[in-house]
């Protein structure tokens, strides 16, 4: 069992920078990759970034690719998204997420088996 805990949303201007964190409990936390998804109003949850358990492999969406930067610090069992030059597009709600899978499924929503209740970020132009 993984609880997971998201902080560092806000609202800021466009080109800013954020960076969210998300804390886990329990003692299986390095053994899990760890996503993070946005969900805007109206839209689908989508794919931001993921890393896996060792740190040694990243995938990116398109979109933020060269903007963010996914790592994670396991003796303190927390992820971090370091988010760049934020554009108005950013403002969702930022969830982080845990699997027990290989890279090639990060960007599929449907493997992450435990999930945070989110943080607004919140862009503006």
């Known amino acids: 069992q993984v609880q997971l805990v998201e902080s560092g949303g806000g609202l800021v201007q466009a080109g800013d920078s954020l960076r969210l964190s998300c804390a886990a409990s329990?003692?299986?936390?390095?053994?899990?990759?760890m996503g993070w998804f946005r969900q805007a109003a109206g839209k689908e949850r989508e794919f931001v970034a993921a890393i896996s358990w060792s740190g040694s492999v990243t995938k990116y969406a398109d979109s933020v690719k060269g903007r963010c930067s996914i790592s994670r610090d396991n003796a303190k069992n927390t992820v971090y998204l370091q988010m760049n030059s934020l554009k108005p597009e950013d403002t969702a709600v930022y969830y982080c997420?845990?699997?027990?899978?290989?890279?090639?499924?990060?960007?599929?929503?449907?493997?992450?088996?435990?999930w945070g209740q989110g943080t607004q970020v919140t862009v503006s132009s």
């Open positions: 997420a845990a699997a027990l899978v290989g890279s090639s499924y990060y960007e599929n929503i449907n493997v992450y088996d435990y």
């Open positions: 329990g003692r299986t936390f390095s053994s899990y990759a």
